[in-house]
């Protein structure tokens, strides 16, 4: 009774006991008798706020602070802003192939569906047209648009070097992922490595793997940026004669380079060294009297444009992709502070604290660490998250693009399960959030005249992870049904 005597409420007409009610309910649920708790819904059209609880404690946000590096990027560049990854020519040197990479996290993404290996086909035939074959070619890939801090500080070791933990550099290939194929029909030894798709030179794994009955996939890939020596601990479903799990790409830049001259070599082209701008940036680090570019550019003969920024964001708000959304904040620190030699997670994370505060939304609350929410030292209130999603529907040139990047409840991406087979199944279009021990969820619910932003913020639940979905299923159901 407590926490309910805590809670603020407020409410339009004769919805005050039947808010009081189910917030009372929520926030007493069993699963989340230890658990912090903040619950903001607000009006859309007047403003209001209909329910608030604990609405400006900050709290670890988990992936629902994509919505503030989405909301930023699309306010920033604009829906229809594109990527661009340049092949040309060393001015200096006609037999250096040069690739400049601005950030592309689409560049041979599985996420659309297209073909990943576009980006070679095409600008093997683009150098094709118009280069002899008839002497050595070298390759040296400008990939350091971002430096070479690709992995947030704050990312926990259980996450480095797993798929979802990857890497954000100038140049990103094949979602900077591979698959790890694993033979598991021997039930009395350590799954056996069979390949990784793409081949990646010299990486090489110790392998702890077991195996379990379950059907599980708990296996994990652990290592470090840029190290080719990886471990694998967990285990992974027994009896199959292929099974994959996913790891970061050490180095995607080098990665790149080596793939675009195997295509180049069955073209018919001699290639020699390949290489990328990473040593020459290194050795800048502490110079006092930084060199200019080795290399001077020339002829542009080849340039993969990427998909829009309203698709990128798309794919970031309805599955939840983290590598898409790391590169989108570093893009905007780059935006913010030119200088390659400068922290452009920084940078991305001062620029959007500064962007909302000039629009009025107080930031007091916001302590950002990287930008998909995967720092466990992330904090937001659920007020901050509200204000956010007031701002984009209602003053927002870009609010239906934002709206429709969100994925529906029941029907879509990470909220597929959420609100099925209720009747706010495609009436509440949300990002969730979970990371250990958290569970939010913030969107909006669209049902008629009823048009509300919403933010549930739970941290340190002890129930089960379904338990405190459900309960804030029937949260958001008993908001619907009686105000």
Same mark, same amino acid.
């Given at each position: ?7 603020? %409420? ?7 006991? #039947?808010? +009081?009610?189910?917030?009372?309910? *929520? ?65 200096? /040197? ?68 797993? #798929? ?41 794994? +110790? ?21 080719? /020596? ?5 285990? @992974? ?31 018919? *082209? ?14 800048? @680090? ?29 794919? %970031? ?17 780059? #935006? ?74 029941? +029907? ?26 958290? +569970? ?44």
């Amino acid at each position: 009774m407590i926490r309910y005597f805590l809670a603020t %409420i407020i409410l339009l007409g004769t919805g005050f006991g #039947y808010s +009081q009610t189910a917030l009372q309910r *929520f926030i007493n649920h069993p699963s989340l008798k230890h658990a912090s708790v903040g619950v903001s819904v607000v009006e859309l059209k007047s403003g209001q706020h209909i329910v608030s609880h604990d609405a400006e404690k900050s709290l670890t946000p988990a992936s629902t602070l994509k919505l503030l590096t989405t909301a930023t990027a699309l306010e920033t560049f604009g829906d229809n802003y594109r990527y661009k990854t340049e092949v040309g020519l060393d001015a200096n /040197d006609p037999s250096r192939i040069l690739v400049f990479g601005s950030g592309d996290p689409t560049l041979g993404s599985e996420a659309f569906g297209e073909n990943r290996n576009a980006f070679f086909i095409n600008g093997t035939e683009a150098l094709a047209k118009v280069l002899p074959k008839d002497k050595e070619y070298t390759i040296y890939v400008v990939d350091n648009l971002f430096g070479y801090d690709g992995v947030a500080p704050g990312w926990t070791w259980i996450d480095i070097g797993n #798929y979802y933990a990857a890497g954000a550099y100038g140049i990103s290939i094949f979602d900077n992922s591979y698959r790890l194929f694993f033979n598991t029909t021997d039930r009395n030894s350590c799954p056996r490595i069979l390949r990784t798709e793409p081949e990646i030179k010299g990486l090489t794994f +110790q392998n702890s793997l077991s195996l379990n009955s379950t059907g599980s996939d708990n296996g994990y890939i652990y290592g470090e940026p840029f190290s080719y /020596d990886r471990a694998v601990r967990g285990n @992974i479903p027994a009896g199959r004669a292929e099974f994959s799990i996913k790891g970061d790409i050490p180095d995607p830049g080098l990665l790149l380079g080596q793939t675009l001259a195997d295509y180049l070599s069955r073209a018919g *082209f001699q290639i020699g060294n390949v290489e990328t701008a990473r040593n020459d940036y290194l050795s800048g @680090i502490c110079a006092t009297d930084r060199k200019s570019a080795p290399y001077r550019v020339g002829k542009v003969i080849f340039t993969q444009v990427s998909r829009p920024v309203k698709d990128i964001i798309r794919e %970031i708000n309805v599955e939840s992709n983290n590598h898409y959304t790391e590169h989108l904040i570093r893009t905007m620190g780059r #935006y913010n502070k030119g200088d390659i030699y400068t922290d452009p997670l920084e940078a991305g994370i001062e620029y959007t604290e500064e962007f909302w505060k000039e629009r009025g939304i107080s930031t007091s609350s916001l302590q950002m660490f990287d930008g998909c929410g995967l720092a466990p030292q992330n904090a937001v209130s659920a007020q901050f998250l509200t204000d956010l999603l007031v701002y984009m529907y209602n003053r927002s040139s870009h609010s239906t693009v934002f709206f429709n990047s969100l994925p529906k409840a029941g +029907q879509e991406g990470t909220l597929r399960s959420f609100l099925r087979n209720t009747k706010l199944t495609g009436k509440v279009v949300a990002k969730s959030g979970s990371i250990g021990g958290v +569970q939010c969820f913030a969107g909006y619910l669209i049902d008629g005249n009823k048009k509300y932003a919403f933010t549930v913020m739970v941290n340190k639940f002890n129930g089960t992870r379904l338990q405190v979905r459900g309960a804030i299923e029937q949260f958001l159901l008993s908001i619907d049904n009686n105000i």
